[in-house]
Structure formats: C-alpha cells, structure tokens
C-alpha cells in the first residue's frame, strides 16, 4: 500500500488510537500468530461474539449487527446477518449443548417477521429456517413474498445471482411449486453465462474478492443439488479447484483474484477463506474427495491462528478480523458477523458432518 494510501487509511478509521493501534502492531509482526485451539473451543468464541453482536442491537430487538468497526463500532442491525444466523445457531445450540442459542435463534426469526419483506437472500433462509427447523407456520408464506422481489430481479454481480438461485430453489423444494426453480434457474443461468475460459467469475469490485467468489461458488453448489444441475457442480468445481490450487500449505489465501486466477491482494479475506472452507467441506460431502477436506482443514486452521480469544475488550475478543492484516483491503479495521457465521458453520460441518443449511438430495458428481 503506498503510504498516502496507508495515511488516509488510518485517518478514516483512527489507527492512532489505543484500540486499533494494538491491533496493528501485532499485525505488523505478523497475522496468524494465535493459539490454535479445538474446534469445538473456537465455535463457542465465535457464538459468544456473535451473541454480544446480537445484544448490541438495542434499537432493533433480536437482530444481529452486521459487524464491529474501529471506525465506528458496532454496525446497524443487518436482515442478512440476521437470517442467517438462524440455520446457525440451531445446530450450534445441539452441539454445544448451549439452549440459550436456540432462543437467540427464536429472537433473530421474530425480528425478520417484525420487518417489512424485501428481497434478501439471507432473509429467506433465515425464513426458512424458522419455518423447517422452528415448526413456525407463517415463516413459509413469508420467505415466498420475499422470494417474490427476487424471482424476475436483474442483480448487479454473478455472486448475488448465485445466491438468489440458492434461496429460491429451497423455496421450491420446500414449496414443490415449479416457478420458485424456473425462477432459480434464471438466476443460475445469469451466473454460468459470467464465467470465463478459466473458471473465474467477474465482479463489480474489481478484482473480484475472495470472498465474492466464495459466494458465488457456495450458491452454485448448493443449487446444483436442489436443482440436480451438473452444469452448476461443474462450474463450481472448476472455481473452487482453482482456489485450492492457490491455497498456501499454512492456509493462505489472496484477498482478490483477476481472471486467470491470478492473485491481485497481500490481504486475506478471512470471510472468504472462512466461506471457501464451507464450499471445499460441501464438495467433500458430495463427492467423497480427501483433497478437499486438506483444503478446508488448512483454511480453518489459518482462520484459527486469528482469532484472538483473550482479552477485556468484549467487541474484539473473539472476533474475527474482515481482512488480514488488519489494514488490508475494502474490509479493513473492521469484523463481520457473516464471516464469523461462516466460521462456526464450518468448524461444525467439519465436527459433525452436516451440511448448514441443511440438505434434503444430493447430486450425482459430473
């Protein structure tokens, strides 16, 4: 980073003060430097910070802040934080033995209900979640009128794309109406058109993140097997073989990626590599390969030597930094609430062998 860059940087988000300053100087001496511990120890520090990111949301009750910034502190209630928080929390609350998380789950799903409907993918399969792992009867009719904003919607990267053809083809699968998957396949066909020669897919940001790319794989994967797409599996194989092959034997991994997969950032996304780890845990659920399990662990373990869970201060302890170093990055001196849900869906995918959210069928490896 050039240093006028670096000066406005720290600016912006008060690097001098004592906060972020700590944080920077361990940084400096080098990221991935904590104690790495057993997985079930690192889901239940990331759940406990996801619990103060939840408590922080007084103004919206339930809800869960997107994240925690040095800038500003803790972040305004976020729907896709929130929705998805719900498929993670109900597991969690089984393997950690934790009831109070099932009732935080109950808490986020009565927060979306209390909100008008928009056209969010999280959102949705938070819905979906109150509605199959709840038994909540009115969850259903209302991830449909949020699916509805999606159905003919023309969205701005191939990673929402994905995502949406993710949301809607559950609703189909849920709903058994054959216009929720004609709508996921439209959405699945404006992701597989954007795909280049090498596999990579294009993103407004330009380069594309990691963690852009994560989504679009994780949306492809999962909707290849509610849709019983091999064109879908296929693309997303093709990306996340890539990403593998690029994947430091530490657990390493750029922050953003050109077409020819060609690493353009000295950052690492950790939602991203937290997100790539569930989409090489899926691929290994689905076709039984011991390579991607390698990747996985390797990210996890990565992810792991981040996580600093000692300290006073209760809104870093436990986190997750957005980016690694610190300053790296459109994420920088920030902590996201989806890449730490992505974290403990994968340590507990790992643990256990689930798939989050769950699965009902599985595609045939093409």
């Known amino acids: 980073m050039k240093p006028a860059a670096w000066f406005d940087l720290s600016i912006r988000h008060k690097a001098w003060r004592p906060r972020p300053m700590r944080w920077v100087m361990q940084d400096l001496a080098g990221v991935a430097r904590q104690p ?18 939840q408590d922080a949301c007084r103004a919206a009750p339930g809800s869960v802040a997107g994240g925690w910034a040095f800038e500003s502190g803790w972040q305004p209630a976020s729907a896709e934080a929130t929705g998805a928080l719900i498929e993670t929390c109900l597991p969690a609350a089984d393997y950690l033995a934790w009831p109070e998380l099932g009732n935080r789950a109950r808490a986020m799903l009565d927060a979306l209900l209390a ?19 709840l038994g909540d009867a ?12 999606l159905c003919g919607a023309t969205l701005p990267s191939a990673t929402q794309h994905a995502q949406a053809a993710h949301a809607l083809a559950r609703l189909g699968e849920l709903t058994q109406d054959p216009a929720w998957l004609d709508a996921a396949r439209r959405h699945l066909d404006a992701v597989l058109v954007q795909q280049t020669p090498c596999g990579w897919f294009p993103d407004p940001a330009v380069p594309s993140p990691t963690f852009a790319l994560a989504g679009v ?3 492809l994967l ?24 690029h994947l430091h034997g530490d657990g390493w991994l750029a922050g953003a990626f050109d077409d020819g997969w060609m690493p353009a ?22 076709e039984q390969g011991a390579h991607w399990r390698d990747a996985a662990w390797r990210a996890l373990a990565w992810i792991k030597r981040n996580q600093r869970t000692e300290g006073d201060d209760l809104a870093l302890r436990d986190a997750l930094p957005s980016t690694a170093p610190i300053w790296g990055g459109a994420a920088a001196f920030s902590f996201d609430a989806l890449g730490a849900k992505y974290f403990a869906d994968a340590l507990m995918m790992d643990m256990v062998g689930i798939a989050i959210p769950p699965v009902a069928q599985k595609v045939e490896s093409a």
């Open 138 to 149: 009115g969850s259903l009719v209302r991830a449909a009128k949020s699916g509805q904003g």
């Open 265 to 286: 950032a000295t950052h690492v996304s950790v939602p991203g590599v937290a997100n790539m780890a569930t989409c090489w845990l899926r691929l290994a659920q689905l």
């Open 222 to 245: 999962e909707s290849a097997v509610l849709l019983d797409e091999t064109r879908a599996l296929r693309a997303a194989r093709r990306a996340a073989q890539a990403l593998f092959d």
């Open 115 to 133: 909100q008008p409907d928009t056209a969010s993918a999280g959102r949705i399969h938070g819905l979906l979640a109150g509605h199959v792992q």
């Open 36 to 53: 790495e511990q057993a997985h079930r120890t690192h889901l239940r520090a990331t759940l406990e910070w996801l619990c103060r990111a």
């Open 217 to 219: 794989i994780r949306g």
